[in-house]
């Protein structure tokens, strides 16, 4: 299935990669007329600050513009959809985590009413719910629509939470990212299906920019607008996948999730 991918596709995902180191060095370039606003929990003030100079953490910043750019970019009116889709459903946590990103002190409470938001938007803009498990007395009860909905938006807002909690060491969740979103990639070419797995390798390369100045120095880090936004698309991606391909074990998605999932 990634032999398929053409010329000029392999191109696209070039010069999303492209983009995103630009906008990362643009923010690094200029850091000295925003650092004071963008360099929150990361100034050697806080406990969980694992650095002694201050440190942006707009990361998210990088993704928003690339993905709109990838968006622009697309031609093809499914995936075109699905991208719509994602991004719209991911803006109540991407805002949130801006918020929180430049210093506004958004409460971790509002936080994640805001991450199941993007989730419910997901779930009915997508009109998927999470109905099949494995686990056959959980299955019985997600037969009912309202409880598969809830299970769903908790199962979403959950895993969006995951990956901003391993946020802030150099490398780590975009590297997890990268590698979860290769899995689900993997996964989606085992049962061809071709769409996910072009999105799976986009979001790659929309992460792959950053990534450079993330790791190994740590010049930028995702922040938490970025965090939830990437646990918010990699979940859905997810969600997708098991829906849409019965094949799909649901325990293999678990398994792709597992590290954020137990931290």
């Known amino acids: ?15 999303l990669f492209l983009l995103g180191v630009f906008v990362s060095a643009i923010i690094l370039v200029t850091k000295k007329y925003h650092i ?33 750019f990838g968006v622009l970019m697309t031609d093809e009116y499914e995936l075109y959809s699905y991208v719509i889709v994602m991004g719209v459903s991911a803006l109540p946590v991407f805002i949130g985590g801006l918020g929180e990103d430049i210093g506004l002190n958004v409460r971790p409470l509002f936080r994640l009413l805001l991450s199941f938001a993007s989730a419910t938007v997901a779930g009915l803009l997508f009109e998927i719910w999470i109905v099949h498990t494995g686990i056959y007395a959980l299955d019985f009860f997600l037969t009912v629509p309202v409880l598969a909905a809830l299970f769903t938006i ?20 975009l590297g997890v990212s990268s590698i979860i979103l290769l899995g689900l990639a993997s996964i989606s070419a085992n049962v061809g299906n071709e769409l996910m797995v072009k999105i799976c390798l986009g979001g790659i390369a929309c992460i792959s920019g950053l990534f450079i100045f993330n790791f190994p120095f740590g010049k930028l880090f995702l922040g938490d607008a970025g965090a939830y936004t990437i646990g918010h698309v990699i979940t859905w991606i997810g969600i997708i996948l098991l829906s849409r391909n019965p094949s799909v074990a649901p325990f293999s998605i678990l398994l792709v999730f597992f590290w954020p999932v137990f931290e």
Not at 1 to 15: A, G, R
């Open 1 to 15: 299935m990634f032999s398929k991918f053409n010329h000029v596709e392999t191109i696209d995902l070039l010069y």
């Open 36 to 68: 004071r606003f963008t360099a929150k929990g990361h100034k050697g003030l806080s406990v969980q600050s694992s650095h002694k100079l201050a440190t942006p953490r707009i990361g998210g910043i990088v993704l928003l513009i690339v993905f709109v």
């Open 154 to 173: 908790l199962i979403s807002g959950s895993l969006c939470h995951s990956i901003n909690l391993i946020d802030g060491l150099h490398g780590l969740a």
